[in-house]
T-cell receptor, first 114, second 114 residues
Framework: QKEVEQNSGPLSVPEGAIASLNCTYS??????FFWYRQYSGKSPELIMS????GDKEDGRFTAQLNKASQYVSLLIRDSQPSDSATYLC??????????????FGQGTELSVKP | GAVVSQHPSRVICKSGTSVKIECRSL??????MFWYRQFPKQSLMLMAT?????????EQGVEKDKFLINHASLTLSTLTVTSAHPEDSSFYIC??????????FGPGTRLLVL
């Protein structure tokens, strides 16, 4: 079982719609969760971080975390063509005596059609 | 967000030569930086964790003698690909860790070995 799983997509939504991206993880001890956006040929850009159960909103983005079910999701409201990118879910894994490191999912490709 | 730079952004070299990539945190001090590699259509693969003033921690399967990491100051980590071969051609991305396990990524270095 992969440590962080995402549907690879592509996920296609019309402009103005809500895009819903999902991620599950296997380590119950994880406490820090992140969503990154990566445009083709570019490096990842941090969108959201979430640490507590529930919702966290930032502009058009809402991250949702449910530690009991081990999933984290990202909602993008009023999707724009410029949101078309690959979205990476990352979960922090603590390693004894080494600190933490991020484990990335394979990414979900989002395409927003005008 | 925090700013991380990388240099060079792109490098082409002959097989057998060594290439050094620099990663700098511009507006904060980073005791921990990370080096990733990304092949086309794949997710990020962590290569090593770079800790200021100590030896890097390499992920399983990453040759420490081939990928030399030096983190001599709180704002600079370097990755040297020694005796590069065509299979080392990839997108190398560094990140710097700031509060609560958050990582900010540099713009990446695209390496092509001929």
């Amino acid at each position: 079982q992969k440590e962080v799983e995402q549907n690879s997509g592509p996920l296609s939504v019309p402009e103005g719609a809500i895009a819903s991206l999902n991620c599950t993880y296997s380590d119950r001890g994880s406490q820090s969760f992140f969503w990154y956006r990566q445009y083709s040929g570019k490096s990842p850009e941090l969108i959201m971080s979430i640490y507590s159960n529930g919702d966290k909103e930032d502009g058009r983005f809402t991250a949702q975390l449910n530690k009991a079910s081990q999933y984290v999701s990202l909602l993008i409201r009023d999707s724009q063509p410029s949101d078309s990118a690959t979205y990476l879910c990352a979960v922090n894994l603590m390693i004894y005596n080494q600190g933490g490191k991020l484990i990335f999912g394979q990414g979900t490709e989002l395409s927003v059609k005008p | 967000g925090a700013v991380v730079s990388q240099h060079p952004s792109r490098v082409i070299c002959k097989s057998g030569t060594s290439v050094k990539i620099e990663c700098r945190s511009l507006d904060f001090q980073a005791t921990t930086m990370f080096w990733y590699r990304q092949f086309p259509k794949q997710s990020l693969m962590l290569m090593a964790t770079s800790n200021e003033g100590s030896k890097a921690t390499y992920e399983q399967g990453v040759e420490k003698d081939k990928f030399l990491i030096n983190h001599a100051s709180l704002t600079l980590s370097t990755l040297t690909v020694t005796s590069a071969h065509p299979e080392d051609s990839s997108f190398y991305i560094c990140s710097a860790r700031i509060r609560q396990e958050t990582q900010y990524f540099g713009p990446g270095t695209r390496l092509l070995v001929l």
